[in-house]
């Protein structure tokens, strides 16, 4: 069975309590849930004095689920909790209740306008390595060649705090 790793965030409204519905859904659609600590930070990639909560989660889903399978079941997942849109008419990004973003499946290399995989910003992004790293020590990016780890000393900017949340790990 395929391992799955998705980051979840949010920096408006009951962050925790979004994240928790969220993890909620997924293990009632998929099995072997694992989720890690909760990773405090800044938004990335515009200016709000809303910082995020994300987490990371990993599952195995079945292996006749296509890529896009399993992308389209997590945005059915966030948009049935907050279907407001992530970005601008202009494409700026913005403050939001809920975004759940798909990193990676094992090693797959998807690129189609809908998805692709391995995400193509996780190598720049703490709030995303963080999570990675905690579930997945020894994943390999499989078109950069590193790991986690290794990509994390080339972006640490020591903005993100990592806290460990029981009601989320459960």
Known sequence: MPTVYVNIGSNIGNRRSVLERAVACIKGR?????????????????????????????????SESSPLDVHRELQYIQNSICGDSHRTDGGVYVDRVIDIDLIAIDSEIVDSKELQLPHPRMHMREFVLVPMMELASGWVHPVFGLTCAKMLAKVSKSSVSVSYDSILMD
């Open 30 to 62: 998929w099995c072997n849930v694992r989720v890690s600590g909760v990773v405090e930070s800044e938004p990335w990639g515009y200016d709000s004095p809303n910082s995020f909560l994300n987490v990371g989660v990993a599952f195995e889903c079945d």
